[in-house]
C-alpha cells in the first residue's frame, strides 16, 4: 500500500517499516498499539465519552436473590468516571 504525503514523498507500508521513495531508503515505523482483549470483551464506548458494562452479581448463588434483584441486575452499567481513564487506556482504538 502507497500513499502520497506532502513534499513529492510517497511511503510504501510493508510490516513495520516505510518506504521512503524519494530518497530510496527505509525508515523504521512505530508498531501499532494492542488493545485488551478481556477489556474488549467486556467493555464498549456510549456516545457521551463513558464506558458501559455488564452488572456483576448475576453468574451463581442466585438462589437466595430475589426476582426483582435478578431483574434489576440483567441492565447494563455505566461505569464510573474514576475508573474510565484505565479502560481507555487499556482500548486506545474505542
Not at 7 to 33: E, I, S, V
Not at 42 to 58: L, N, P, V, Y
Not at 73 to 93: E, F, G, N, Q, W
Request: proline letters at 4%; one cysteine or more.
Amino acid at each position: 500500500m502507497c500513499l502520497e504525503i506532502q513534499w513529492g514523498q510517497a511511503f510504501c507500508l510493508t510490516g513495520f517499516y516505510l518506504r521512503d521513495f524519494t530518497f530510496n531508503h527505509w525508515r523504521k515505523q512505530m508498531p501499532k498499539m494492542k488493545s485488551h482483549s478481556g477489556a474488549g470483551k467486556r467493555f464498549k464506548k456510549i456516545g457521551s465519552g463513558g464506558f458501559k458494562c455488564k452488572q456483576s452479581h448475576k453468574r451463581h448463588i442466585l438462589t437466595k436473590k430475589t426476582t426483582k434483584r435478578k431483574r434489576q441486575l440483567r441492565k447494563t452499567a455505566i461505569l464510573h468516571p474514576s475508573d474510565a481513564p484505565l479502560v481507555a487506556r487499556m482500548l486506545p482504538y474505542s
